[in-house]
């Protein structure tokens, strides 16, 4: 299995800085991946451009990222919501997750 | 999203405390969107589990999804075994006991649940935190 996503799907990347107290904490992860689990597309989060990614609809995944405050977050998904997928999450980690 | 077909979670502990303790753990990072009960002690108040209480919890959080049980140590297993065999039939493979740490576990299975997903990927999901 390759990144490069199938074909016909236009891979849709962001990223964001994490701002909140916390970061990337127990709550948080709950959060995104919530959120990551509305979107039809494949969902994934990296703390470098270039990965490694992860899943962003595996709670357990998530909560061992670890990601501290400072640091930023990458995102890319693949799919027919991706686009909407990846602007969500950067929102959500602009909003400091709506914990601040 | 609709709520009432997500997948319930039930936590077993021998203590009250520890129940509660976590049960208002999955209520404030998860939410509501999940049906939840919390049962712990013996029918005398003391540290134990009892089979008709863990009934009671299966029938509180009970969804047409299923109910992911998580427990503590021996005793809350078992119990939660003998209490998933006197269900209904109907219901009975529809309640799985996760095999998981009892607040991670409840955290992480009610995370899963919150995003619809099927008794199976819930039960997964708790379990992949005994994965290392």
């Known amino acids: 299995m390759g990144d490069g996503g199938e074909i016909g799907m236009q891979e849709v990347k962001a990223h964001a800085l994490l701002t909140n107290e916390v970061g990337l904490h127990a709550r948080p992860s709950v959060k995104l991946t919530q959120l990551a689990k509305r979107f039809a597309s494949t969902v994934e989060i990296a703390i470098a451009a270039d990965g490694p990614w992860t899943d962003a609809k595996s709670p357990v995944k998530i909560m061992r990222v670890k990601a501290a405050k400072g640091e930023t977050l990458f995102m890319r998904a693949n799919g027919t919501d991706a686009e909407a997928a990846v602007s969500a999450l950067a929102d959500l980690v602009n909003r400091k997750f709506d914990e601040e | ?127 992949e935190l005994m994965g290392g």
């Open chain 2, 1 to 127: 999203m609709s709520e009432q077909k997500n997948v319930g979670i039930v936590i077993v502990s021998h203590s009250a405390k520890v129940a509660e303790g976590a049960a208002d753990m999955v209520r404030q990072m998860v939410g509501d969107s999940v049906p939840l009960a919390a049962v712990g002690g013996n029918a005398d108040g003391g540290l134990g589990t009892d089979v008709g209480a863990i009934m009671g919890a299966i029938d509180k959080a009970w969804s047409e999804s299923g109910v992911a049980i998580l427990v503590d140590l021996g005793g809350a297993e078992t119990n939660s075994e003998m209490a998933v065999e006197m269900m209904p039939e109907e219901r009975r493979e529809r309640i799985v006991i996760c095999n998981a740490p009892l607040v991670e576990g409840a955290v992480m299975a009610a995370t899963e649940a919150s995003g619809g997903s099927p008794l199976a990927a819930v039960r997964a999901t708790a379990e």
